[in-house]
């Protein structure tokens, strides 16, 4: 069997180079250069959706479940006294699967961002509510009764986003 082939589009020009997704052999003057190699004219049009890419509503999901899993984590975080960077990478990895599973297991870079910026939003809404100034308190609910400040979750935050972008590399 031999190495050459002719160029789809171009049947006089001879060439090794094929498309990595539909193996047509493809000239200089037709390999168009995607985000994952070298692709055909009609393959590197293809839509998200043809690509494999979580369309809207995915991503949507991915969010929203992601975010409720960062805020029911990070208040129990905060309500538990565990504000430190690793309990919020924990935290961040499973805000990461749940994303990964609610986008119908997509690992695009926007879900990642979505796991990663929910887990970001979660997490600091808990700090919001743990630290929540109730009157007849004496002061912060946290302080009173967990000894935990706002500024205390800046650790985990930064520990969840990790985890959460740790998932998809995994």
């Not at 870079?109 to 929540?132: R, Y």
């Amino acid at each position: 069997m031999s190495d050459k082939f002719t160029c789809f589009y171009h049947p006089d020009r001879e060439t090794r180079v094929t498309c990595g997704r539909c193996e047509r052999p493809l000239c200089p003057d037709c390999v168009r250069h995607g985000a994952t190699g070298v692709r055909c004219r009609e393959c590197i049009t293809l839509s998200p959706r043809e690509r494999g890419l979580a369309n809207p509503q995915q991503i949507r999901s991915a969010a929203l479940a992601a975010f409720g899993m960062a805020a029911v984590g990070g208040l129990a975080l905060g309500w538990l006294g565990w504000v430190t960077f690793l309990p919020g990478a924990a935290l961040g990895f499973a805000v990461g699967a749940v994303a990964f599973l609610a986008s119908g297991r997509h690992r695009d870079i926007t879900i990642q961002a979505a796991a990663a910026l929910m887990a970001l939003a979660g997490i600091l809404l808990a700090a919001v509510l743990v630290s929540f100034d109730l009157p007849g308190t004496g002061g912060q609910l946290g302080r009173v009764l967990v000894n935990v400040s706002f500024f205390q979750f800046v650790a985990p935050a930064v520990g969840a986003v990790v985890g959460a972008l740790i998932r998809f590399v995994i």
